[in-house]
Structures are given as structure tokens and as C-alpha cells.
């Protein structure tokens, strides 16, 4: 089995820039609702994943920042405390577990570094829960 069967394509992703600003990711992500988004550059390629955590230590950390000033920080000014690795579309389905254990989704890029969608913990998850389903109905 291969990594493509769980991908969801980039056309589905939210994605975020490295010039998105504070604001507009907060706004996006509550909108969304989602505490993980990945950050995809200008060439396409995966560049990380901004979670809530990295907005809410930049906020923190940042004396006497609100809305307005939010404007004027971009997502590559803030430090990313969890780093999402990515797979390649032709990796094994050994090292998507690996990473899909501690990550709740996992980026996958094609052999140039270009972000082509992820795969949920989530879907990974309900694949593993219908095998084991089967094979207690003895379909396996």
C-alpha cells in the first residue's frame, strides 16, 4: 500500500504562506477550526506547519501586541515549537506511521521538496479500525 491511497490533495488542504500575517492566520484557523496548518512557500514547497501553540508563545512573548500590530508579523517572523516532518509520495507506509504516532497530520511532498497534500492521523486511524473489524467478522 502506498502513501497516495491516504492523501489529501493540496486542492483540499487549507494552506497558510510564510507571509501570512498573525492575523490572518488567527482568523483562519478559528474559522477553520483547526489548531495545525501547513505553511507552503511561493516555489510550492512544504516550508512547516504553524500550530496554535507558535501563535499564542508569539502573543506571550510579544509585549503589548494585539489586532492591529498582528498585521505586521508574518507567520516566517514566528518560531515553529513542533516541527510536522514530511514523507515523500513513494515512502513506505511504515514511516507515515512513524510520524502520523506524534503528529496529527503528516505533509507529503513530491521528490522536489513540492507540497502535494497530507495525510490525517484521522484517516489512518479508521483504515487500521475497519481491517481489524474484517478480520473479527472473519473476512481476513
Not at 497558510?16 to 507552503?40: D, G, N
Not at 517572523?77 to 514530511?86: C, G, L, M, R, V
Request: glycine share 4%; proline share 4%.
Amino acid at each position: 500500500m502506498k502513501v497516495a491511497f491516504f492523501l489529501t490533495p493540496k486542492s483540499e488542504v487549507i494552506c497558510l504562506t510564510p507571509k501570512t500575517t498573525m492575523r490572518q492566520a488567527l482568523e483562519r484557523m478559528e474559522r477553520q477550526s483547526f489548531a495545525a496548518v501547513p505553511l507552503v512557500d511561493d516555489n510550492g514547497c512544504y516550508a512547516g506547519t504553524i500550530t496554535e501553540g507558535d501563535l499564542l508563545w508569539k502573543l506571550k512573548n510579544t509585549p503589548n501586541l494585539d489586532l492591529g500590530s498582528m498585521e505586521k508579523i508574518t507567520l516566517k517572523d514566528i518560531t515553529q515549537h513542533a516541527t510536522n516532518k514530511p514523507v515523500r509520495i513513494d515512502s513506505r507506509i511504515v514511516d507515515l506511521l512513524s510520524l502520523a504516532s506524534s503528529q496529527n497530520f503528516v505533509p507529503v511532498v513530491d521528490d522536489q521538496g513540492i507540497f502535494i497534500g497530507i495525510v490525517r492521523r484521522r484517516e489512518i486511524i479508521e483504515y487500521c479500525a475497519d481491517l481489524i473489524k474484517e478480520k473479527e467478522a472473519g473476512r481476513i
